[in-house]
């Protein structure tokens, strides 16, 4: 069930907005019509005791483990693409960044930019769509910030997220710990979320199924801990795609990685919709999938733990951490010739997450 | 993605390359030219060198639209921004190309000039509706694949009375430019390339046909195979070149049969025709000028012409000194050839088109094979200082 759905789907939820009403610089003042734009729009989506506390700051019990923070600016255009919006991105977006780091994510906070004249309609469905992303994921939206700026000078609305989490003891998870002859593995199909954005683009539009991967991982992330703790790394492959991620890694080290192209699960109309556009699925970004390095040993019981959620069914291994020609990222063609995977260079796609 | 998996297909791979290895004469060489950068792109994208024997050498053509482009015809595009304050639509592939002083069409448009990028000429002939007071011009660049779609546009502009579109045309031909490749010896014997044989190319054929390469086998001695843009396609035609030279055979031959005929598309080529015409001669980037190897608009089109309606200036554009790309793109040289390859000359940072453009010969080095060519220039140099070290 898509997040709209889900809010349609429930009684009391109906908006009270008229489909004229605008956002106005008045809503940014600070005054009386700011505190209405959070009673009517925000309050009632993001309702939880954290937020309800009411004041200038979210006060959170000190929790067992270490904490990260991670925050995360969204700007995307088109707002509302297939399979999400830029309210469950935002959401999504950085409760994976936290879950990365091998954390349980505890709070989120949101600032909000709104153009002056933005439709006070979608800025509901945005919060709706953020209130329903949050609670489906278990995690308060703890405190906010709304600005307005003149018509002109942001693009409908701009939500930055910054998200906390705990680190259970024993998990150390980052790029030092890499080694020659760890697993590399992918949770799922590759460049959905981009292909989606793209589908949706003036002067490109193109009939397509294709819908954002737009996910939180940080349940199934949790599950492989539990699992794994040892396990080296996690990152989620969002701009510039898987092969940005893996080059991160690598670059300036001693190893290299090695991968399959006949391993990396794309769907055929993401296949179709690149070779058409001249894109590589490679290079294109996704929000609901993670790379993950472990020991080889480990690579087979993770692939079961990421296969039992649903953003991890199609989780397979596509490679291996090696010490060979450091530096670089190698791939293995379909048709079994050797090339290197390199950053995507130019042009990124535009604000896509 | 049926109909093109199968051309991706690995175990065929490996019987086409097991078969290759079969028939190669392992005493000589074999150098194929693929003309176009899209055989590079997708030979470097796939590997296919891995999968033929060292023995066969793929040389890298000229038919790179992007990169034979020479700097004048780009400082012309940026002057027609800058001085005659027109919206400029042009491919995306073109805006980071560099110009003369280091500048490209994206620096222009940061700097606060209307440049603009499309997907199709149609998108160009929608700026021009959108915006009847502003002068639009769409850059056309291209082999024969290109043309069609640019001619479409001036036909539609003409018959909607968009009088406010022209098209600066910069369209090259390609058998022109092979005669070139195959002359130059004779002109220069220092700039020879031996080459055995041609993969001709996948889309440019599509529209002009198999018949007029023929020329190459009947006046050069040159075999001929027309190849498609996938993996099994380039390894069915390298396949199909060492055939006729082991059996001493010369031909035309049409790999890629599944899309091109002998005539080509006819209605493409009417179009065509009745909307450009031949230059006496065009400047090519790397080859210098070469007759008859580029399209003008017809003067019964001339409304249309960007170079009529717009007073370009006499610029003297210069290339970046010690940047290797003419040669290269003449395949005298390799990417690592070039002391600026992924020292000063990166796809981020280029210096020259061939770096640029996805189809150029050193974005392909640089994107696909950079471990290796950076250790053969490594290698090299070392070659060289040993050298040096025994004369002395």
């Given at each position: 069930m898509s997040v709209m759905e889900s809010i349609d789907r429930e009684p009391g939820r109906r908006p009270t907005i008229r489909p004229d009403e605008r956002v106005t610089m008045s809503h940014g003042g600070g005054g009386r019509a700011t505190a209405e734009l959070i009673r009517r729009i925000f309050a009632p989506h993001f309702a939880n005791p954290l937020l309800e506390q009411g004041h200038d700051v979210a006060r959170l019990e000190r929790p067992e483990g270490r904490i990260v923070v991670s925050t995360d600016g969204h700007v995307i255009s088109p707002l509302f693409f297939p399979g999400g919006d830029i309210g469950s991105l935002a959401v999504h977006g950085t409760l994976n960044d936290v879950a990365m780091g091998g954390a349980r994510p505890i709070a989120l906070t949101a600032g909000f930019v709104i153009e002056e004249g933005f439709a006070l309609a979608d800025l509901e469905r945005i919060a709706a769509s953020m209130g329903a992303a949050a609670r489906r994921a278990g995690v308060p939206i703890a405190t906010g910030d709304t600005k307005v700026v003149e018509r002109g000078k942001g693009d409908g609305?701009?939500?930055?997220?910054?998200?906390?989490?705990?680190?259970?003891?024993?998990?150390?998870?980052?790029?030092?710990?890499?080694?020659?002859?760890?697993?590399?593995?992918?949770?799922?199909?590759?460049?959905?979320?981009?292909?989606?954005?793209?589908?949706?683009?003036?002067?490109?539009?193109?009939?397509?199924?294709?819908?954002?991967?737009?996910?939180?991982?940080?349940?199934?992330?949790?599950?492989?801990?539990?699992?794994?703790?040892?396990?080296?790394?996690?990152?989620?492959?969002?701009?510039?795609?898987?092969?940005?991620?893996?080059?991160?890694?690598?670059?300036?080290?001693?190893?290299?990685?090695?991968?399959?192209?006949?391993?990396?699960?794309?769907?055929?109309?993401?296949?179709?919709?690149?070779?058409?556009?001249?894109?590589?699925?490679?290079?294109?970004?996704?929000?609901?999938?993670?790379?993950?390095?472990?020991?080889?040993?480990?690579?087979?019981?993770?692939?079961?733990?990421?296969?039992?959620?649903?953003?991890?069914?199609?989780?397979?291994?596509?490679?291996?951490?090696?010490?060979?020609?450091?530096?670089?990222?190698?791939?293995?063609?379909?048709?079994?010739?050797?090339?290197?995977?390199?950053?995507?260079?130019?042009?990124?796609?535009?604000?896509?997450? | 993605m049926k109909y093109v998996e199968e051309f991706r297909d690995r175990a065929l791979a490996e019987r086409l390359a097991a078969t290759i290895r079969a028939e190669v004469d392992p005493a000589r060489d074999y150098n194929f030219m693929e003309f176009c950068g899209g055989h590079t792109h997708a030979i470097f994208r796939y590997g296919v060198q891995d999968l033929v024997p060292a023995n066969v050498h793929f040389v890298h053509g000229p038919g790179c639209p992007v990169c034979i482009l020479p700097i004048r015809r780009l400082d012309d595009a940026i002057e027609l921004v800058e001085r005659h304050g027109v919206i400029l639509c042009s491919y995306g592939d073109m805006l980071r190309v560099p110009a003369s002083k280091r500048r490209s069409l994206m620096s222009v448009k940061a700097e606060g000039g209307d440049v603009r990028m499309v997907y199709s000429t149609l998108d160009a002939l929608d700026v021009a509706r959108k915006n009847p007071d502003r002068e639009v011009v769409f850059l056309g660049i291209g082999f024969e694949t290109t043309t069609p779609p640019t001619a479409l546009a001036i036909r539609q502009a003409e018959i909607e009375g968009l009088t406010n579109f022209s098209v600066f045309c910069n369209h090259v031909l390609t058998p022109a430019a092979i005669r070139h490749i195959l002359d130059a010896p004779e002109i220069d014997p220092a700039q020879a390339v031996r080459l055995d044989g041609f993969l001709g190319p996948s889309h440019v054929s599509a529209v002009i046909g198999s018949e007029p390469y023929e020329f190459l086998s009947e006046s050069y001695a040159k075999p001929v195979v027309i190849a498609g843009f996938e993996p099994l396609d380039v390894l069915h035609s390298v396949l199909m070149l060492i055939r006729q030279v082991n059996e001493g055979r010369v031909a035309v031959e049409n790999q890629y049969a599944r899309v091109v005929t002998r005539e080509g598309n006819t209605r493409a080529q009417a179009l065509v025709a009745e909307i450009f015409e031949r230059r006496a001669a065009f400047e090519w980037r790397g080859l210098g000028s070469v007759p008859d190897s580029a399209l003008s608009i017809r003067e019964s089109y001339g409304a249309f012409d960007a170079e009529r309606r717009f007073a370009l200036s006499a610029k003297t554009s210069r290339e970046v000194k010690s940047c290797e790309c003419p040669a290269i793109l003449r395949g005298v040289k390799k990417p690592k050839d070039c002391k600026l390859f992924g020292t000063v000359c990166t796809p981020d940072n280029p210096m020259g088109s061939c770096m640029v453009s996805s189809e150029g010969a050193c974005a392909a080095y640089w994107t696909y094979r950079r471990a290796e060519t950076l250790a053969e220039m490594a290698a090299d140099r070392a070659c060289v200082a040993a050298g040096l070290e025994d004369a002395a």
């Open positions: 609305v701009f939500i930055t997220t910054t998200g906390i989490g705990v680190v259970p003891d024993g998990v150390e998870i980052g790029p030092d710990r890499l080694a020659a002859g760890q697993a590399v593995l992918l949770s799922g199909t590759l460049g959905d979320h981009g292909v989606a954005i793209l589908s949706q683009r003036q002067g490109l539009e193109f009939g397509t199924t294709i819908r954002s991967d737009s996910a939180a991982l940080h349940r199934m992330v949790a599950d492989m801990v539990a699992a794994a703790p040892g396990l080296a790394l996690l990152r989620d492959p969002t701009r510039g795609g898987l092969s940005a991620t893996l080059n991160e890694l690598v670059e300036g080290t001693r190893l290299g990685i090695a991968i399959d192209e006949a391993a990396i699960p794309v769907r055929g109309e993401v296949a179709s919709a690149c070779e058409l556009l001249g894109l590589d699925p490679l290079h294109i970004a996704n929000e609901g999938k993670l790379v993950c390095i472990c020991d080889a040993r480990d690579a087979e019981p993770l692939l079961a733990v990421m296969r039992r959620h649903p953003e991890g069914r199609e989780a397979v291994r596509i490679g291996s951490v090696t010490a060979e020609q450091p530096g670089f990222v190698r791939m293995t063609t379909a048709i079994g010739g050797t090339r290197i995977v390199d950053w995507l260079s130019g042009e990124q796609l535009p604000r896509i997450c | -």
